[in-house]
T-cell receptor
Framework: DQQVKQNSPSLSVQEGRISILNCDYT??????FLWYKKYPAEGPTFLIS?????DKNEDGRFTVFLNKSAKHLSLHIVPSQPGDSAVYFC?????????????FGEGTQLTVNP | NAGVTQTPKFQVLKTGQSMTLQCAQD?????MSWYRQDPGMGLRLIHY???????DQGEVPNGYNVSRSTTEDFPLRLLSAAPSQTSVYFC?????????????FGPGTRLTVT
């Protein structure tokens, strides 16, 4: 079963507008969530994370929101830039494994049009 | 620091051949993992290690073998390659239980099995 799901395979936005990428999870043991960005022919790179004790974490243009009751998180990018065009993966870990293993969603291809 | 390095970058195998994908990190990380990325399926965990001499299976371990004799190296062995193992393989490493669950990824190995 897919414990972390990203239901939108792709998203297209205009430069300067907001990009919102969504992620749902089913495992209530997950207590830490991460977003990774991946360019073609490169490895994923860490973008931003959030602990389950918070509902929001912000880093520059990137903000992650966590709704534990809905088991839902989202990544907001404001303003979006063409260089943000990449595949974004949502990932989760639980306190037992403490970051030794991550469970990933399927990824969302973000395209930011100039 | 070179971070996480993987060799080779590309490999073509015939069905039934065996090979080893190399992974090394110079960040003194205790945790190391292997993932495979397939279209529409995100990254799936193959095997992981929480320290030298300790390994465990992930979500899709069949057909793969690992060992961890040093902190730095975590090779992945394909015992008898099958077309279903055509994929992009990523190695990752992370700190030991500091609360920071971020994993650092290598650039990947693109494997084709014919």
């Amino acid at each position: 079963d897919q414990q972390v799901k990203q239901n939108s395979p792709s998203l297209s936005v205009q430069e300067g507008r907001i990009s919102i990428l969504n992620c749902d999870y089913t495992n209530s043991m997950f207590d830490y969530f991460l977003w990774y960005k991946k360019y073609p022919a490169e490895g994923p790179t860490f973008l931003i994370s959030i602990s389950s004790i918070k509902d929001k974490n912000e880093d520059g243009r990137f903000t992650v929101f966590l709704n534990k009751s809905a088991k839902h998180l989202s990544l907001h990018i404001v303003p979006s830039q063409p260089g943000d065009s990449a595949v974004y993966f949502c990932a989760a870990s639980d306190r037992e494994t403490s970051g030794s293993r991550l469970t990933f969603g399927e990824g969302t291809q973000l395209t930011v049009n100039p | 620091n070179a971070g996480v390095t993987q060799t080779p970058k590309f490999q073509v195998l015939k069905t039934g051949q065996s090979m080893t994908l190399q992974c090394a990190q110079d960040m003194n990380h205790e945790y190391m993992s292997w993932y495979r990325q397939d279209p529409g399926m995100g990254l799936r965990l193959i095997h992981y290690s929480v320290g030298a001499g300790i390994t465990d299976q992930g979500e899709v371990p069949n057909g793969y073998n690992v060992s961890r004799s040093t902190t730095e190296d975590f090779p992945l062995r394909l015992l008898s390659a099958a077309p279903s193992q055509t994929s992009v393989y990523f190695c990752a490493s992370s700190y030991d239980g500091t609360g920071d669950h971020e994993q650092y990824f290598g650039p990947g190995t693109r494997l084709t099995v014919t």
